[in-house]
């Protein structure tokens, strides 16, 4: 078990809509990164918040966006949602940027 | 997105073969990290490797990164069923992650 805690573990939703994912990082832990993963491929990085803020954003449309808490847990929120966003959105915590990452289970996103 | 190539993209071994995983970048790192995704999973750190030319060994796997910190890789001797999964290399300072080589062992 890495500590890193994502939720739902599964969901189902309709093209359009709008959804939010969920992540606790481990403990100690002040930067969360998100990636999409889709079948058969690597992770894709989406953005990366460190205290709270954005420290860094890859190739995603701005309909992907993001949130740390202070307790340092993260959402991922992604908007008029479209059937590629269908793929496993995985969370990672470390310590720094450049540390040993720990992922979380990830919640596989269908779209419909 | 940008990824980095991996390769091979695919590896089946006989249980017992030796298999190697190679990862490149055109720019020099600063350091190159080591994941594996078991088949359902999430990525597991592996190791992290930071100086040119090192060389480091976890039981019968050994990760190297070449001298001009541009390339790496990641070999197990004698492989086992316990090690099918993907194998990725990740650029931590470009956030990053190879294409990933998916391992098969048959018993």
């Known amino acids: 078990e890495t500590g890193v805690t994502q939720s739902p573990t599964h969901l189902i939703k309709t093209r359009g809509q709008q959804v939010t994912l969920r992540c606790s990082s481990q403990?100690?832990?002040?930067?969360v990164s998100w990636y999409q993963q889709a079948l058969g491929q690597g992770p894709q990085f989406i953005f990366q918040y460190y205290r709270e803020e954005e420290n860094g954003r890859g190739n995603f449309p701005p309909r992907f966006s993001g949130l740390q808490f202070p307790n340092y847990s993260s959402e991922l929120n992604v908007n008029a949602l479209e059937l590629d966003d269908s793929a496993l959105y995985l969370c990672?915590?470390?310590?720094?940027?450049?540390?040993?990452?720990?992922f979380g289970q990830g919640t596989r996103l269908t779209v419909v | 997105g940008q990824q980095v190539m991996q390769i091979p993209q695919y590896q089946h071994v006989q249980e017992g073969e030796d298999f190697t995983t190679y990862c490149n970048s055109s720019?020099?790192?600063?350091?190159i990290q080591w994941y594996k995704q078991r088949p359902g999973g999430h990525p597991v750190f592996l190791i992290q490797l930071v100086k040119s030319g090192e060389v480091k060994k976890q039981k019968r796997l050994t990760f190297q990164f070449g001298e001009a910190k541009k390339n790496s890789s990641l070999h197990i001797t004698a492989t086992q069923t316990t090690d099918v999964g993907t194998y990725f290399c990740?650029?931590?300072?470009?956030?990053?992650f190879g294409t990933g080589t998916r391992l098969q062992v048959f018993p």
């Open positions: 403990s100690g832990h002040n930067t």
């Open positions: 990672a915590s470390s310590s720094t940027e450049n540390t040993e990452a720990f």
């Open positions: 990740y650029f931590a300072d470009k956030l990053i």
């Open positions: 720019t020099t790192l600063s350091n």
